[in-house]
């Protein structure tokens, strides 16, 4: 080779050389990864006998792992076995765990959440991604996105990079709403349409309602015109009815088949559906006739036929069925599936268990997070303008009713200024009320969610109510006159805020059972605003009550 040529590779090897080690030592990973995606390996074994033990273990956890066997061919025989003991000693204290172990079957295993946590947080601070990828492998989806969740915005998305594509679609499935749009969006394009292949129809369904519009749109283009004829048909229903939820890979036959030629159909599947414990009749034109039990199919004799097995008194959902009522039903009957028809009496398709226990899950969610005038999909990271502006209104809200109590505060200050103890007391009476008041408040929300409260027996609840306000008042307002008593001598005081206390508990009973049902006739979520409103109510009346008997008798 002329030496001009000889000088020229020179300076390619020296310059891709230094980039490379600039890039590992400055942890640029991107940067790390961009420039070993590009080279053969063999120039990769090559270089990386120009680099530090510990340069060459952070630039290995960068290349692809489709080209690790064969950079390792061209190593060196020492230099090879120098790296993979490097690398077996730094991924040793990875948990090795089968991807079905159950946490709380072994007293060693209760904290392992928190140690896979720990570990992905460790490999993320030494930029050891592969020791990520190699864990994430063994673990189930829901434990990936779990993990994901409890991450930083910056780290979420490094760990991301490290979830195999074949698997990311299930990860998706498993993430909080506000979570699966962030790294959906952070996505190329082709990779998300690979993972929406790999998700069920209704689990997709969930995606593109997630996603921005024109993400959705070029998802759906993407598939093939069957796929897309059925997403569209579920994305037209809202999200929370009985047809956002379903899916349509039901089992329907007629009434009028053998068992023996039901069998040798279901033959033909390589595997059922998930959760089919129901196969559906129906006739020639789709109409919904009945259910067939998939176990008295398996027990029947071959030549009886679907109709003398079928239950036709199984009630099916209704399409436009508000979801909330769907999974009160699951819960109430114990269903694994129920079929969903349209007003013509059509089987559309089937809701399964595991839709239903989202939803049961987001209710419970949503009426927790909503008592602090928070959404049940924020995500715990992320960005602080983000959260701070969502908390911001329910902050503001509180200042006005805060202001509202403060003015009637306002309104007995030549009270307060003559009689110093009543300022001491204040707090009690309206603490007493709040308590109480939110204890009936969240008994009811909890009647109107799972369907157990409705006009018929509001009343019966409402005299219980107000019959535990009158026994928890005439309770303590004795326990708080008499301390008062004691404390500042003076028996007029302990009157005023033993009636205070019982006028402001009975206000309580009945104002966490009007408020709530009267925001639910109105259209307005309970859960979000109860607490608010009950809490501006009972500090009114309390101090009200309170300083308003302190006037009259005292001044």
Partial sequence: MPPDQQNEKADVVRTEIDLLREAVTRDKLKRTRRLLKAMHP???ASLFEALTPEQRVAAWHQIDERAEPKVLAYLPARLRARLLRDLDAETRPITDLPADAVPGEDASLEDEPQTQLREVLDALNEHKLKRIARLFRKLHPARIAGLLESLPAAERATAWDMVDNDRTGKVLRHLQQEVRRRLAAE????????????????????????????????????????????????????????????????IAVRANIKIGALLRYLRLFEDLPPNTDKIFVVDRKNHYQGILRVRRVLTALPEASVADLMETDFEPVAVDQPSGAVAHRFEEQDLVSAPVIDENGLLLGRITIDDVVDVIREQAEHSMMGMAGLNEETDMFAPVWTSSRRRAVWLGINLVTAFLAAWVIGRFEATLEQVVALAVLMPIVASMGGIAGSQTLTLVIRGLATGQLGSGNTRILLLKEAGIGLLNGLLWALVVAALAILWFGNWAIGGIIGVAILLNLMCAALSGVAIPLLMH???IDPALAGGVVLTTVTDIVGFFAFLGLATLILI
């Fill in 42 to 44: 063999a120039k990769i």
């Fill in 187 to 250: 996505m190329d394009l082709d990779d998300l349409v690979d993972a929406a292949r790999t998700l069920e129809p209704d689990d997709l369904v969930d995606l593109i309602q997630d996603l921005p519009e024109s993400t959705g749109r070029q998802i759906l283009q993407a598939l093939s015109q069957r796929e897309r004829e059925r997403l569209e048909s579920m994305l037209s229903y809202p999200e929370d009815s009985a047809g956002g939820l379903m899916n349509m890979d039901q």
């Fill in 521 to 523: 006739r109105l259209g």
